[in-house]
């Protein structure tokens, strides 16, 4: 893939993506929008990466929609006068300029089939700082800096982040971020359940790559795979028993896959040699996704 706005770099099975955008203190554009949202959804054909770390070139993580652009800065068609019927295919060609461009971007993180890192080593603004709620942790650098400031802006939060704060903080904390529209420092952040650590700068990313390898060297991809999708999917069913029947497919594929090989290493004492590939997922995943 040809990249302007964020750069790749692979070692070791863990994929680093870098907002690269430093001049400008990493601003989200649209072009950066569609780029982040190539990268996620092809790392999940990418047998060779088993994490992504996504953090900032330069100082900054993120700063926030590119506010200089000219027109709707957020890259909306102005003309239009959409109402919530026409929301309802969101693949439909004339949405394209009408849908929150973070969305795309979180949507394609939430059905992302690797474990996902924010290592914030800045300011992470806006959808700087809504991006990464999609992902599985945030680890703040002490320069990092966290905002939820839309309600300064006259707008609202984006990138389908009233659906994620509240998941990862409680309803009353979440309505006190988004009302308050403060920037939080590192060690505030975490206090209030953002972030799970605070590290100095040239820490940040061992640190990451090290929760990356604690979550995924030696696991399954599959395994992994559905475990990412099962919490992030089954918690917001309604009821557990919708749960019961994705478990129940869930285990049924993964004992006759890499589970065996787990068990057989297990009673052999001796290390896993797991071969299914996160490209090839069980036969119900794809309806499951699709439906759920």
Same mark, same amino acid.
């Given at each position: 893939?040809?990249?302007?706005?964020?750069?790749? *770099?692979?070692?070791?099975?863990?994929?680093?993506?870098?907002?690269?955008?430093?001049?400008?203190?990493?601003?989200?554009?649209?072009?950066?929008?569609?780029?982040?949202?190539?990268?996620?959804?092809?790392?999940?054909?990418?047998? @060779?990466?088993?994490?992504?770390?996504?953090?900032?070139?330069?100082?900054?993580?993120?700063?926030?929609?590119?506010?200089?652009?000219?027109?709707?800065?957020?890259?909306?068609? *102005?003309?239009?006068?959409?109402?919530?019927?026409?929301?309802?295919?969101?693949?439909?060609?004339?949405?394209?300029?009408?849908?929150?461009?973070?969305?795309?971007?979180?949507?394609?993180?939430?059905?992302?089939?690797?474990?996902?890192?924010?290592?914030?080593?800045?300011?992470?603004?806006?959808?700087?700082?809504?991006?990464?709620?999609?992902?599985?942790?945030?680890?703040? @650098?002490?320069?990092?800096?966290?905002?939820?400031?839309?309600?300064?802006?006259?707008?609202?939060?984006?990138?389908?982040?009233?659906?994620?704060?509240?998941?990862?903080?409680?309803?009353?904390?979440?309505?006190?971020?988004?009302?308050?529209?403060?920037?939080?420092?590192?060690?505030?952040?975490?206090?209030?359940?953002?972030?799970?650590?605070?590290?100095?700068?040239?820490?940040?990313?061992?640190?990451?790559?090290?929760?990356?390898?604690?979550?995924?060297?030696?696991?399954?991809?599959?395994?992994?795979?559905?475990?990412?999708?099962?919490?992030?999917?089954? @918690?917001?069913?309604?009821?557990?028993? *919708?749960?019961?029947?994705?478990?129940?497919?869930?285990?049924?594929?993964?004992?006759?896959?890499?589970?065996?090989?787990?068990?057989?290493?297990?009673?052999?004492?001796?290390?896993?040699?797991? @071969?299914?590939?996160?490209?090839?997922?069980?036969?119900?995943?794809?309806?499951?996704?699709?439906?759920?």
């Amino acid at each position: 893939m040809e990249f302007t706005t964020i750069r790749h *770099e692979v070692d070791d099975g863990i994929l680093t993506v870098y907002l690269d955008r430093p001049e400008h203190l990493n601003a989200f554009t649209v072009e950066m929008a569609d780029e982040l949202e190539r990268t996620f959804v092809a790392v999940n054909e990418d047998d @060779s990466v088993r994490a992504v770390i996504v953090t900032g070139e330069g100082r900054a993580f993120c700063a926030g929609m590119d506010l200089s652009s000219e027109g709707n800065v957020f890259g909306l068609d *102005e003309s239009k006068t959409p109402s919530l019927a026409d929301m309802a295919d969101l693949d439909a060609p004339e949405l394209r300029r009408i849908r929150d461009t973070g969305g795309r971007v979180t949507l394609a993180i939430h059905a992302c089939r690797k474990p996902v890192i924010a290592a914030i080593n800045g300011a992470a603004v806006g959808i700087g700082a809504t991006m990464t709620l999609a992902m599985d942790a945030r680890l703040l @650098s002490t320069r990092a800096r966290f905002g939820l400031v839309f309600g300064r802006l006259g707008i609202v939060p984006e990138a389908c982040s009233t659906w994620f704060l509240p998941r990862i903080v409680d309803m009353p904390t979440a309505l006190d971020l988004a009302y308050r529209a403060d920037i939080l420092d590192a060690d505030t952040a975490r206090e209030t359940g953002l972030a799970q650590s605070v590290h100095e700068p040239e820490a940040l990313l061992t640190e990451a790559r090290k929760l990356a390898d604690a979550w995924t060297r030696d696991r399954s991809p599959v395994s992994v795979a559905l475990i990412r999708q099962m919490l992030y999917r089954n @918690s917001a069913a309604p009821h557990p028993v *919708e749960a019961h029947r994705v478990d129940s497919l869930a285990m049924f594929y993964t004992s006759i896959g890499d589970g065996a090989e787990g068990v057989h290493a297990f009673l052999d004492k001796r290390g896993p040699k797991f @071969s299914e590939r996160a490209s090839a997922m069980p036969p119900f995943y794809q309806e499951w996704i699709r439906d759920a």
